[in-house]
């Protein structure tokens, strides 16, 4: 009998954050592929677009004009997901057609007046105030009473369904935890409860032992391809510190946060040379008025290109019908992302 080897031999591997099984496949990685490939996105674009709709000073669809703003713009979604309007309701009598009401907000949050920037290529003083944005709207969204939860994300790219190319993110904040968000909810309040620690301060204890999967690491955070990672080259921003929630950011831990939020996506850049998509979002406490010590803030990056700028993982067949599953390891992944240049290629002399 051989002994097992990870990098070669199929294994299944657990999430603490969401109680599941990945399936790692690493010598699927050898095959041919023949299948669907993207085209990339090699277009350069303008700083200012009259034609779009995030650009200071131009007219949405609603015919509202965007004020002359100079760096992060905030306002309500002209086509939001959930509602801001109080309604009568009766449960129906029935174990099969439940249902309830879902009240909430929906914000765009447009990082920079600059369209043809990304986060990858603003400097860490410019993404410093997207974080001071986030806080803020953390904050005054939280403290609605009838809003529990605050989701923070950022979907990058055509691949991932972006329809603008302008420098923006989004907010959802709602009266009910998200079902992913309630998942880790209660994963880590279960390991608090046991452990008397964060799941996230004690994993990123070990990480830091291990030194496989670390892609970038400053003073207060690390970015690493967590042992359980889906996505070809997913990776996982977490704050050394405990704390539940961007509030508890000090001005250092600001500015780290933002250089770790650089430099990742400056490696996704880097990696193909084209503007990385990526759908990435903030976990942090509900907003419920109750202390959450279990809780620990950390961001997720979800980007879906697995070979090259073409060939992109796609979730089908057994993911949908079994469990998730990915060729390449987390540790093969990390090492790929660890080994890229800070600086963008966009900046190199010839």
Known sequence: MMPFDRNDHPHRRYNPLLGEWILVSPQRAKRPWQGQKETPVTVTLPSHDPECYLCAGNVRANGIANPNYSDCYVFDNDFAALLNDEVAFTQPESNFFTLQPERGINRVVCFSPNHSLTLAEMDVPSI???????????????????????????????????????????????????????????????????????????????????????????????????????????????????????????????????????????????????????????????TDGNDHPEWHLHMHFYPPLLRSASVKKFMVGYEMLAEAQRDITPEQSAAVLRDLSLQHYKTRTL
């Open 128 to 286: 410093e105030k997207v974080i001071t944005t986030w806080q803020d709207e953390y904050r005054t969204l939280g403290q609605l009473d009838y809003i529990n939860a605050v989701q923070i994300f950022e979907n990058k790219g055509s691949v991932m369904g972006c329809s603008n190319p302008h420098p923006h993110g989004q907010i959802w904040a709602q009266s009910s935890l998200p079902t992913l968000v309630a998942k880790t909810h209660n994963h880590l309040l279960q390991y608090y409860q046991q452990h008397g620690s964060t799941l996230l301060s004690d994993y990123v204890n070990a990480e830091l032992q291990a030194k496989e999967r670390i892609v970038f690491e400053n003073n207060h955070f690390v970015v690493v391809v967590p042992f359980w990672a889906t996505w070809p080259y997913e990776t996982l921003l977490i704050s050394k510190r405990p704390m539940a929630h961007l509030l508890e950011l000090t001005k250092d831990e600001k500015t780290a946060f933002a250089e770790a939020i650089q430099a990742i996506t400056v490696k996704y850049d880097n990696l193909f040379e084209i503007p990385f998509p990526y759908s990435a979002g903030i976990h942090q406490a509900p």
